[in-house]
RNA sequence: GCGGCUAUAGUUCAGCGGCAGAACGCCUGACUGUGGCUCAGGAUGUCGUGGGUUCGAUCCCCACUAGCCGCCCCA
C-alpha cells in the first residue's frame, strides 16, 4: 500500500514554524485594528463566474489556473452549478458588499481577510497551491470618499507600518497608475503598435507577449531588451487628466507622510479589475517570487459583477512569502521555552505530579510534565531543551512540601515551599 | 503547461555494478537524586514508486510521482 502524503502543491505548517506564522498574523490584526479595520470572512469556494467576471476571463488565473468542478444537482428541478475554489478574495469581499447591500450604509467599508487561496500552478518555493493571504479592502460608494487619493495612500502607509513592526526589513514600494480601464485599454492599442517594427530586434519572450499582452514587455528583464523597452510610449502619458491629478496625490500624500516609494511606470498587474494606482511592495531573496504583496484600485469591480458604483483600493499579501523572508533575516521561530519542567522521581510520584502541574498551569505558568519512569539524568537533558527552570519531586519533595528548583541559566538550585513555588517560577530568568 | 537539476537514516548529505556510510540528532552506560563538556557502546533505512538491462541494480536505461530552479504568470 502506498502511503498517502499531502497532495502536490499543498504542505503541513508544524511547530515551531506555526508560531511565526501566527505572530504575523497577531501582528496583522493589530495594526488592522489601529487604521479601523473590521474582519471580514468569506468562503473558500463561490459560483465560478464571480471569477470569470470578477478577476477576467483572459487572466492566466482564470483561464488556467482555477480549481472548479460541477457541483451536481440533487432533483431534477435543481441545476448543476459550477464552483471554485477562491484563487484569490478581493471578488469574494466584493460580492458580499453587494450582497448585503453595504453601499446602502453610506459608510466607507474597511475590511481584513486571512484565509487560504487556491491557484492550480507549478510549485515552486513561495508559490504553493494553496496558500494564505492577508488582505485589505476600502470600498463604499463615492460619496464616503472610496475614491479619495488620501485612501491609496492611506492603504501603503500602513501597509509599510505593517512590515516595519513585522520586522521586514529592506522592503522596496513600487508604485504606478494604469488609469481607467478605458486608458488601459487605449494603452494597450498605442504599445502594441509601436512594437510591430520593434518586436523583431527583442527576445523570443518579447517577440511573443508583443502580439498576445504587450503590457508584458514592460516586465521583460533581458538586458539586451531594455534599451528598446525605454524608447516605448509611457502608460503616464496616455492617462486622462483625472487619473494623472489622482495618482499625483496620492504620491503627494505619500511624501507628506514620509513613505519611501519609488515610482515605476513598468508595473502593470495581471489581474483585469485594476485601475489608477496599482503597487507592489517587493523583496529580495525570494527569488524569482520576490512580490511580498500586490495590490491597487479597481473602480469598476463591482459594476462589473452587476453591483452598484463602489470603487475601492485593496491589496493581497502571501503569508507563505512573508514567513519565508522573516526566516531569511533570522527572524524565524525558535522553539518555546516553557517556565517549568516537572520531574517526577519514580512511577510512583507520578499522581503527585500532575496535581503540582494543575496547580501551577492554574496559575498561569506554562509546564511540560516529564515521567517518573525517566532517570533524573534524562529528565534533566530533557527539561534543559523545554524549559527554564525544572522542578524535582521525589518522595522528600512531596512529604516536606518543600520543593526543589534548578534555574538553567544561573545553574542556582534552591529549596522552595510549594505555596511560594508559582511566585518563585514567575520570576525572569536571572 | 514548458525546460533543467534532484530524490540514500529523524535531519543535512557522501557513496559505489558485488555486506548500506558520515556528521548532527536519538537510545544505553561510565555517573543508583543532578543537565550542558567528555568517553564507551547501540539502533537507525523498502537507497521515492514501477518496469527494463544484468549472474547480480541503491548505482545504468525508461516511465511515473514529488521537490527545487527557471519560463509563463503571479502573492
Redesign the pocket.
Known amino acids: 500500500?502506498?502511503t498517502l502524503?499531502?497532495?502536490?502543491?499543498?504542505?503541513d505548517l508544524l511547530p515551531p514554524e506555526t508560531a511565526l506564522w501566527n505572530r504575523i498574523e497577531a501582528t496583522a490584526r493589530r495594526v488592522f485594528a489601529r487604521y479601523n479595520f473590521g474582519e471580514i470572512r468569506t468562503p473558500v469556494f463561490e459560483d465560478t463566474s464571480l471569477f470569470a467576471r470578477g478577476v477576467g476571463e483572459e487572466?492566466?488565473?482564470v483561464s488556467?489556473?482555477m480549481y472548479s468542478w460541477e457541483d451536481r444537482a440533487r432533483a431534477q428541478s435543481e441545476k448543476s452549478q459550477s464552483l471554485t475554489l477562491r484563487p484569490?478574495n478581493t471578488a469574494g469581499v466584493v460580492r458580499a458588499y453587494i450582497e448585503h447591500k453595504l453601499g446602502e450604509t453610506g459608510q466607507l467599508q474597511k475590511l481584513y481577510y486571512i484565509g487560504p487561496?487556491f491557484?492550480?500552478?507549478?510549485?515552486?518555493?513561495?508559490?504553493?497551491?494553496q496558500?494564505?493571504?492577508i488582505g485589505a479592502e476600502v470600498i463604499g460608494p463615492p460619496s464616503a470618499g472610496s475614491e479619495s487619493p488620501l485612501r491609496d495612500a492611506e492603504v501603503l502607509e500602513m501597509l509599510a507600518t505593517l512590515l516595519d513592526e513585522l520586522g521586514i526589513t529592506g522592503w522596496q514600494l513600487h508604485i504606478n497608475s494604469v488609469g481607467s480601464s478605458a486608458d488601459r485599454a487605449r494603452y494597450n492599442d498605442t504599445l502594441r503598435a509601436a512594437l510591430v517594427p520593434l518586436a523583431h530586434k527583442m527576445c523570443a519572450?518579447?517577440q511573443?507577449?508583443a502580439v498576445?499582452?504587450p503590457?508584458?514587455v514592460l516586465?521583460?528583464?533581458v538586458p539586451e531588451d531594455q534599451p528598446i523597452i525605454e524608447t516605448l510610449p509611457k502608460i503616464a502619458d496616455a492617462l486622462d487628466e483625472d487619473s494623472k491629478s489622482h495618482f499625483a496625490a496620492v504620491c503627494a500624500a505619500l511624501d507628506a507622510a514620509s513613505v519611501l516609494y519609488t515610482r515605476n511606470p513598468r508595473l502593470?498587474?495581471?489581474?483585469d479589475y485594476y485601475t489608477r494606482t496599482t503597487f507592489?511592495?517587493?523583496h529580495g531573496g525570494l527569488?524569482?517570487?520576490?512580490?511580498?504583496?500586490?495590490?491597487g484600485r479597481y473602480d469598476g469591480l463591482s459594476e462589473g459583477i452587476g453591483g452598484p458604483k463602489a470603487p475601492g483600493i485593496g491589496?493581497?499579501?502571501?503569508?507563505?512569502?512573508l514567513v519565508l523572508t522573516l526566516q531569511a533575516l533570522n527572524q524565524g521561530a525558535a522553539p518555546p521555552q516553557v517556565d517549568a519542567y516537572i520531574a517526577p522521581?519514580g512511577e510512583s510520584l507520578n499522581p503527585a505530579a500532575l496535581a503540582l502541574a494543575r496547580e501551577l498551569r492554574r496559575a498561569g505558568l506554562s509546564v511540560e510534565l516529564g515521567d517518573g519512569s525517566?532517570?533524573?539524568?534524562?529528565?534533566?537533558?530533557?527539561?534543559?531543551?523545554a524549559a527554564r527552570r525544572?522542578v524535582?519531586?521525589?518522595?522528600?519533595?512531596l512529604a516536606s512540601g518543600i520543593l526543589?528548583v534548578?534555574?538553567?541559566?544561573?545553574?542556582i538550585?534552591s529549596k522552595v515551599p510549594r505555596a511560594e513555588l508559582a511566585a518563585h517560577l514567575a520570576q525572569p530568568a536571572a
Do not use: H, W
Open positions: 500500500m502506498t502524503k499531502a497532495v502536490r502543491g499543498t504542505r487572466t492566466d488565473i488556467k489556473e484569490e487561496q491557484r492550480r500552478e507549478r510549485p515552486q518555493k513561495g508559490r504553493y497551491r496558500f494564505s493571504q519572450d518579447c511573443r507577449r498576445t499582452n503590457l508584458r516586465d521583460c528583464k502593470v498587474r495581471g489581474l507592489e511592495f517587493t527569488g524569482a517570487q520576490n512580490a511580498l504583496l500586490g495590490g491589496f493581497a499579501m502571501g503569508e507563505d512569502r522521581l525517566f532517570r533524573l539524568k534524562k529528565s534533566f537533558d530533557a527539561a534543559d531543551k525544572i524535582i519531586l521525589g518522595e522528600d519533595e526543589t534548578k534555574d538553567f541559566s544561573t545553574g538550585q
